[in-house]
């Protein structure tokens, strides 16, 4: 397992970067160029801005607030977020609508009369040594025949250490440029606030990966990244 444990988002990007470009192994899942660290753990203050910063990276905070306002919405048709990025456009199914709308998972599902959400605050207000505060994102019902977005996130999990809320994340696979940089603002926020419910502190933001990896097109920013810093 490859740890990774910095203070903020931006040190553990250039650290990641750093990472595959020296030492990603070069595999070509369905015939695309990329480099891979298997079982990579990242760890940081969840406290700090979630949004990276990192010059070269160029993110697209535009985008960024699009998804956001998308996922808090909880509608899985991509009429909206399209406008922003067509990428989301490869992924629709014949209803027009994708599996990996995160707020629709997190926020309006119900489940027992209980978003996961809520089930998460229930549990640790009831028991603030709970370890049940979790939501599950890849679900069974995304196991099906020519799914086009077969949900990356596995779960994520709230937990309570030193009187701060620690959260970690389980991907099944993740892609450092896309997924990562615009993922991890979302994971965070549900980690604020829930924090703020419970009136504790924010601590430790834990991102595991089963594949970290970066696609060929985006070789040279990684090496330039890890060349400059």
């Given at each position: 397992m ?15 970067c750093?990472e595959?470009?020296?030492?990603g192994?070069?595999v ?7 480099k ?8 940081f ?16 905070n535009?985008?960024l ?10 509608d ?5 977020i ?8 490869k ?6 609508t994708?599996?990996?709308?995160y ?10 009369g ?12 009831n ?7 979790i939501?599950?994102?890849?679900q ?10 077969f ?9 309570v ?17 896309y997924?990562f ?5 979302w ?21 595991f ?20 810093y």
């Amino acid at each position: 397992m490859k740890i990774i444990k910095e203070k903020n988002i931006n040190e553990t990007f250039i650290k990641i970067c750093k990472e595959l470009y020296l030492n990603g192994n070069d595999v070509s899942p369905r015939g695309l160029k990329t480099k891979e660290i298997q079982n990579c753990l990242l760890q940081f203050n969840g406290h700090h801005d979630t949004i990276i910063t990192v010059p070269e990276r160029k993110l697209n905070n535009k985008y960024l607030e699009a998804e956001m306002s998308w996922y808090l919405k909880g509608d899985p048709s991509i009429e909206f977020i399209s406008e922003y990025s067509s990428f989301w456009k490869k992924l629709v199914d014949q209803n027009n609508t994708v599996n990996s709308n995160y707020g629709k998972l997190a926020l309006i599902d119900k489940y027992n009369g209980f978003s996961q959400f809520e089930w998460c605050v229930q549990r640790l207000q009831n028991d603030i040594n709970s370890r049940q505060a979790i939501i599950n994102y890849n679900q069974p019902m995304h196991k099906y025949e020519n799914n086009k977005d077969f949900v990356c996130t596995l779960a994520q999990q709230f937990i309570v250490n030193n009187n701060k809320l620690d959260t970690i994340v389980f991907m099944r696979s993740n892609d450092l440029i896309y997924g990562f940089s615009y993922d991890v603002p979302w994971f965070n926020s549900l980690q604020k606030q829930i924090a703020n419910i419970l009136k504790i502190e924010v601590g430790e933001y834990r991102h595991f990966a089963t594949s970290m990896h970066v696609y060929e097109r985006h070789f040279k920013m990684v090496e330039n990244i890890a060349k400059k810093y």
